[in-house]
Antibody, heavy 121, light 110 residues
Framework: EVQLVESGGGLVQPGGSPRLSCAAS????????MSWVRQAPGKGLEWVSI????????YYADSVKGRFTISRDNSKNTLYLQMNSLRAEDTAIYYC??????????????WGQGTMVTVSS | QSALTQPASVSGSPGQSITISCTGT?????????VFWYQQPPGKAPKLVIY???NRPSGVSNRFSGSKSGNTASLTISGLQAEDEADYYC??????????FGSGTKVSVL
């Protein structure tokens, strides 16, 4: 079964720098662009970032540009999100998601269960 | 990038059809066919129900259909069932190589 499992969330102090991971299984990870999407408590979905299949191209939402870095290790079938200079408004469930056909413009057909990041002192 | 505009809530009786609208601009919804719809039941991860304006992924009921006219996309759920109660989000790829989501619509089955 195709699966994505996020980890690395928790309680973080303002200004902190956690790294989220997303372990992929049962598909050819290196052939698909991958993305992060977040959802603040009681709010809607917000796209965060996407990385191409090779890792050579990355794009970010304006709200995280310059603070977050998306990366991947295709040898480990793992996607990452390095989060720096965290603010209270970054508090959210962070989902990783797989693109349906591999290109960094198409829909997200598989989602993880999400990992909660809470930014608070 | 501003969120796409969706109605906050839509409701219908079992068996009826409902339509959710999603309005963007020429730089997102109106600019290409990369428009998607997701269903999110309470406390669960989103699930893709429509991709590229009107295509259904394998396993999604044919009661779900999508369309687009100009800068507005629409999701229609026909033969409404209790299991369709969820939040629905539209999304679009943009001319800036980013994505934008809609504000979300809560669907209630009366």
């Amino acid at each position: 079964e195709v699966q994505l499992v996020e980890s690395g969330g928790g309680l973080v102090q303002p200004g902190g720098s956690p790294r989220l991971s997303c372990a992929a299984s049962a598909f050819t990870f290196s052939s698909y662009a991958m993305s992060w999407v977040r959802q603040a408590p009681g709010k809607g979905l917000e796209w965060v970032s996407i990385i191409s299949d090779s890792g050579g191209n990355t794009y970010y939402a304006d709200s995280v540009k310059g603070r977050f870095t998306i990366s991947r290790d295709n040898s480990k079938n793992t996607l990452y999100l390095q989060m720096n200079s965290l603010r209270a408004e970054d508090t959210a469930i962070y989902y990783c998601a797989k693109t349906i056909f591999g290109v960094a413009s198409d829909a997200f057909d598989i989602w993880g269960q999400g990992t909660m990041v809470t930014v608070s002192s | 990038q501003s969120a796409l505009t969706q109605p906050a809530s839509v409701s219908g009786s079992p068996g009826q059809s409902i339509t959710i609208s999603c309005t963007g601009t020429s730089t997102d919804v109106g600019g290409h066919n990369y428009v998607f719809w997701y269903q999110q039941p309470p406390g669960k991860a989103p699930k893709l129900v429509i991709y590229e304006v009107s295509n259904r992924p394998s396993g999604v009921s044919n009661r779900f259909s999508g369309s687009k006219s100009g800068n507005t996309a629409s999701l229609t759920i026909s033969g409404l069932q209790a299991e369709d109660e969820a939040d629905y989000y539209c999304s679009s790829y943009t001319s800036s190589s980013t994505y934008v989501f809609g504000s979300g619509t809560k669907v209630s089955v009366l």
